[in-house]
């Protein structure tokens, strides 16, 4: 799939996403990853962004102009294109699954500023949140999305990537998990995973995870939302 991201900080995004599983899919072709700088479509001297809210008020807001130019060069039908702010609807893992799914999306970084609504209004398909936080602008949340995305791409994890993936998507927080040694400064692995019983391991293993919902998210267990 491509992802194309329009930005004013396109610098930030050098470095996360040149490292690990996100550059394998990069350099497999399996994720064409497009970062533009919004002030590429701007036409005066100052390359002018920003502009002050009619009525007045503090702050500035992005202007309608170089976003319009942008997306209508950057998007075609087929784009789903998402502006990424704290008012978006929050960001998780089945939305992740859908943007994976889809052969074109363009995300629209806003600054603190915040944008024009007409903005909103023309262009947006979406709007998307990664938490009830402020940024100082739209660029980690986009980067989020980029990679949760990617490692869902098919052929982007390896076949025991994947599978430990599925096998913990019940909508439930994984349990504790361990490796050697079996014995570490007096912590003992728990005698379950040890004996090798794979009907007991299992049992305990659901056994955990619902301790762990149940006292972190218990949220989670009422709607089966993942
Ligand atoms: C638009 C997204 C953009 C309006 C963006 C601020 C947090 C998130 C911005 C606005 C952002 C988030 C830029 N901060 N929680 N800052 O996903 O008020």
């Not at 980690?140 to 390896?158: F, Q």
């Not at 090798?196 to 995870?209: C, F, L, S, T």
Request: charged share 30%; net charge negative; with cysteine.
């Amino acid at each position: 799939m491509k992802i194309d991201v329009l930005t004013l900080f396109p610098g930030m995004f050098a470095g996360p996403l040149d490292e690990s599983i996100v550059k394998r899919a990069r350099e497999a072709g399996l994720l064409k990853l497009g970062i533009h700088n919004l002030r590429d479509w701007t036409h005066d001297r100052h390359k002018t962004v920003d502009d002050r809210p009619f009525g007045g008020g503090p702050g500035m807001l992005l202007k309608p102009e170089p976003i319009f130019e942008a997306v209508e060069q950057l998007a075609s039908e087929q784009t789903k294109v998402i502006l990424l702010c704290p008012q978006g609807r929050k960001f998780d893992q089945s939305i992740a699954r859908e943007l994976a799914q889809r052969e074109h999306v363009l995300l629209v970084c806003g600054s603190y500023e915040g944008f024009d609504e007409r903005i909103r209004e023309a262009l947006a398909d979406d709007e998307l949140s990664i938490g009830d936080f402020v940024l100082t602008n739209g660029a980690l949340p986009a980067m989020v999305i980029v990679d949760a995305v990617t490692r869902l791409l098919p052929g982007v994890l390896g076949d025991d990537e994947s599978s430990r993936d599925e096998s913990f998507s019940h909508g439930k927080l994984e349990g504790p998990h361990y490796t050697r040694p079996a014995e570490f400064r007096g912590m003992k692995v728990p005698d379950v995973l040890l004996s090798g019983n794979h009907a007991e391991i299992a049992k305990w293993r659901e056994q955990q995870a619902q301790v762990r919902t149940e006292a972190r998210r218990p949220d989670l267990l009422g709607e089966q939302k993942t």
